[in-house]
């Protein structure tokens, strides 16, 4: 989450930028705003390992992930991310 921002250019160097910011979780900044949005249709797994990408052609249409020492599938029923 930045707060401040300030860019220093001159015309025959190089430019520098300092941040001034408070400090942030990936899970708070992104996750989540998007569990807020999606609520039920969004399921978030923790200590979960992907091991595969399922594919249909060229297109990706589930995860098999490893989780509680168990290999595991999802599929998806509109897009993988």
């Known amino acids: 989450m930045h707060t401040n921002t300030y860019v220093y250019c001159s015309l025959q160097g190089p430019c520098f930028v300092n941040v001034m910011y ?3 979780s990936t899970a708070a900044m992104y996750l ?9 249709r969004l399921n ?3 200590n ?4 595969r990408i399922a594919f249909d ?3 990706a249409t589930g995860i ?3 989780s509680n020492g168990q ?6 029923t ?3 991310i």
């Not at 979960?48 to 091991?51: D, G, H, I, Q, S």
């Not at 290999?71 to 998806?76: C, D």
């Open 22 to 24: 408070m400090s942030s």
């Open 64 to 66: 098999e992930y490893f």
């Open 48 to 51: 979960a390992l992907v091991t």
């Open 44 to 46: 978030v797994l923790t």
């Open 71 to 76: 290999t595991k599938r999802a599929v998806a």
């Open 32 to 40: 989540r705003p998007a569990m807020k949005q999606f609520g039920n």
């Open 57 to 59: 052609k060229l297109q």
């Open 78 to 80: 509109r897009e993988v």
